[in-house]
């Protein structure tokens, strides 16, 4: 006669492996993890579009689980989507965020929102960001170190300049990660004649030591990459003049566009990358390296040429 022992015990194992599973089996089809990737229902206002750029700026309430309110540019890869938007809308719409961009995939007209949704209004606008070819704007301020940096300090070298802020609850932390994979791509033989820079959108609460701290955590190679920051009044000055945006909201966040700008050795913007979607890494190392590659073309003041090898923007 067998034991009922070895019978019991792979009831129990079996019991167990269904208690286990039943948690899973009650979960929604579109459980995911908060602030993963995913498609979030949304609500706001139509601030901007930009067709060129396929971009929004909406002025869109909290979305559980992904961002606080706040006024934000986001890439449109349907065109015909695009061309249905207009400022002043006040739309219901789904944000696809894919770990390394958000996208708008879907938006319905709910009304309208008045003259607080037309660009230039109350939020940043794609229209206002300093023009390709136009010489960048110049900046005076203080690396992670303490130590003063300044736009001109950084002639002849190809320069990558970004904004964040480090308590950033959306796509800052992405951007510096995508910046990061490109630093770390890069051509050793040009590394000495490339700068990666990030302005702080918020100078009130990143210190040099939050900054350092903000590079580090995300993989930054500081020797050639400088967190800045300053005065505020400073800060707000050569925000104002890459036309980024930077308007504080009631919880903290700020309300800015998503804009990185490629500046040759003569201190020319030579490209723009606006959106997530239009920072592959790949792309952005190769326009990097062209560019740093014609600085010893051009005697190390660098004519640059455009990013995409056409001798100039627009």
Known sequence: ????????????????????????????????????????HAHGVVEDVNAEYGQVVIAHEDIPGLMPAMTMSFDV?????????????????????????????????????????????????????????????????????????????LRGKAVLLD????????????????HVEVQKGLDPALRDRIHFVSISLDPVNDTPTALREYGRKRGADLSDWSFLTG???????????????????????????????LIDGRGRIVHRYIGLDDHDPKRVRSDLERVARALDAAGGAGAGGSADGSGGGT
């Not at 009922?4 to 194992?13: E, I, K, M, T, V």
């Open 1 to 40: 006669m067998h034991s009922p022992l070895p019978l019991l015990s792979g009831r129990l194992r079996l019991l167990a492996t269904l208690l286990l599973a039943l948690p899973l089996a009650l979960a929604p089809a579109g459980c995911r993890r908060p602030g993963g990737p995913g498609v979030y």
């Open 163 to 178: 904004f964040i802020y480090t308590r950033c609850p959306g796509p800052c932390p992405i951007l510096t990660g995508l």
């Open 231 to 261: 005065p505020p009044e400073a800060v707000q000055a050569v925000l104002a003049a890459y036309g980024v945006g930077s308007a504080r909201q009631a919880d903290g966040s700020i309300s800015h566009l998503v804009v990185t700008f």
């Open 77 to 153: 890869p349907d065109r015909a989507l695009l061309e249905r938007l207009q400022p002043g809308q006040r739309i219901a719409f789904d944000l696809e965020f894919t770990g390394k961009a958000y996208r708008v995939v879907s938006a319905t007209v709910e009304g309208t929102a008045g003259s607080a949704g037309v660009a230039g209004s109350s939020g940043p606008s794609v229209g206002d960001v300093a023009p390709q070819g136009d010489p960048a704007p110049p900046f005076q301020l203080i690396d992670q170190d303490g130590n003063p940096l300044s736009l001109a300090d």
